[in-house]
C-alpha cells in the first residue's frame, strides 16, 4: 500500500485515486437506496448496476449541458486564472497606490522589494499556466477514468473465497476508502458551505453596496477547489479575495477581509466536529503532515495528505501502536 501511494504521488495520479475512491463510494450509496428494485435472478444485481451507470452517465451529461452553456469558460479555465494571477501581481505592485496616503507612508522602505519578489512569483505561475490547456483536459480524462473504475469495482462479482494476500489488500483498501469517506466527504461539504456562502457575498451583498470584484466566477471556482483543502486552502482563498478586493478599494478589502474571518470561523468549528472527532487528527498534525508532504510532492501533497495520514492512522490504531 505504501508503495502504490508514493507510486500514485510520483507519477501524478492523484485524480485518479480520488476518483476511483469516489466513484466506488457513490456507486455503494446508489445501490443501496434502490435496493427496492426486483432482482432479476441468481447472481443479479440490478440495483448495483443502475447505481454504477448512473454514476458513469452522469459525468459525461454534466460536461455536455455544461460546455452547451459555458464551453468557453470551462476550456479557457487556464487562461482565465492565468490573468487572474497577472492582474492579483499589479495588484501587489501597486499597493502604494492603492492604500490611503497615511497607511502608505507606514510601509517600510523594504516593502517595495517584497512585493517585488511577491509579483515576480504570481507572474511565473501565471507564465506556467499558459501552456496548461492540455494538462488540464489530461486531468479531467484522468478523473472521469478513475470514476468508471470505481464504479466498476462497487459492483464486481464476489466469486469464490480469497487467499491470505487478497484479504490483507481487501483490508487495507477498505482502510483507505473509510479515510476517504471520512476526509474528502466531509471537506466536499465544508468546501460547499464555504462557496455558497462566498458566492452570496460575491454577488449579492458587495453589489447591494456598490461594489464588484473583477474575475468573480474565477473566485467562486477558486473557493471550491481550494476549500478542499483544509486549512492551507482557505488562507489561500483569503489572500487572493482580499487582494482582489483591494485592486476596487481599500473598502472593499476590508469588507472582503471581515466576511471571510467570519466564514473561516464557522468553518473552524465545523471542521473540528466533523473532520477532527472522526479522524482523531489534532489541527498541529494536519499542518506538519501537510507541510511535508507539500515539500516533497508540491501542490498535490496539500491534497493527498489529509487523507494519507488518516489511512496511516488506522492501520496504527489497528494494530493499537497508537
Not at 129 to 155: D, F, H, K, P
Request: a positive charge.
Amino acid at each position: 500500500m505504501v508503495g502504490t501511494l508514493v507510486l500514485v504521488m510520483l507519477q501524478g495520479l492523484l485524480p485518479g485515486l480520488l476518483t476511483v475512491c469516489l466513484g466506488f463510494l457513490l456507486t455503494r450509496w446508489l445501490a443501496a437506496r434502490l435496493s427496492w428494485l426486483p432482482q432479476g435472478g441468481p447472481g443479479s444485481n440490478r440495483a448495483g448496476s443502475l447505481a454504477a451507470a448512473l454514476v458513469m452517465l452522469s459525468p459525461l451529461l454534466l460536461v455536455a449541458l455544461a460546455l452547451s452553456h459555458s464551453r468557453s469558460y470551462i476550456l479557457a479555465a487556464p487562461a482565465q486564472y492565468r490573468e487572474l494571477l497577472d492582474f492579483l501581481a499589479r495588484t501587489v505592485l501597486e499597493l502604494r497606490l492603492k492604500l490611503p496616503p497615511d497607511i502608505a507612508a507606514q510601509l517600510p522602505e523594504g516593502a517595495a522589494e517584497i512585493q517585488r519578489t511577491i509579483a515576480g512569483y504570481l507572474a511565473a505561475k501565471a507564465g506556467a499556466l499558459a501552456v496548461a490547456g492540455r494538462v488540464w483536459l489530461a486531468g479531467l480524462l484522468y478523473a472521469y477514468v478513475g470514476l468508471l473504475i470505481g464504479a466498476l469495482a462497487a459492483v464486481r462479482a464476489r466469486g469464490r473465497s480469497h487467499g491470505p494476500l487478497a484479504q490483507a489488500l481487501t483490508l487495507r483498501v477498505a482502510r483507505l476508502g473509510d479515510a476517504f469517506r471520512q476526509i474528502v466527504a466531509a471537506q466536499f461539504w465544508i468546501a460547499s458551505f464555504n462557496t455558497l456562502l462566498t458566492a452570496t457575498f460575491l454577488l449579492a451583498v458587495l453589489p447591494l453596496w456598490g461594489m464588484r470584484l473583477p474575475y468573480t466566477p474565477a473566485l467562486i471556482t477558486l473557493t471550491f477547489i481550494a476549500g478542499l483543502v483544509p486549512i492551507v486552502g482557505n488562507l489561500l482563498c483569503n489572500a487572493v479575495i482580499t487582494l482582489v478586493g483591494l485592486s476596487v478599494s481599500p473598502t472593499a478589502a476590508v469588507a472582503c477581509l471581515a466576511f471571510l474571518i467570519l466564514i473561516h470561523k464557522a468553518e473552524y468549528v465545523i471542521n473540528a466536529k466533523v473532520v477532527g472527532q472522526r479522524t482523531h487528527m489534532g489541527v498541529w498534525e494536519l499542518l506538519s503532515v501537510m507541510f511535508v508532504a507539500e515539500a516533497v510532492f508540491g501542490p498535490a501533497g496539500l491534497v493527498a495528505a489529509p487523507l494519507f495520514y488518516a489511512y496511516l492512522k488506522k492501520e496504527l490504531e489497528a494494530e493499537k501502536l497508537v
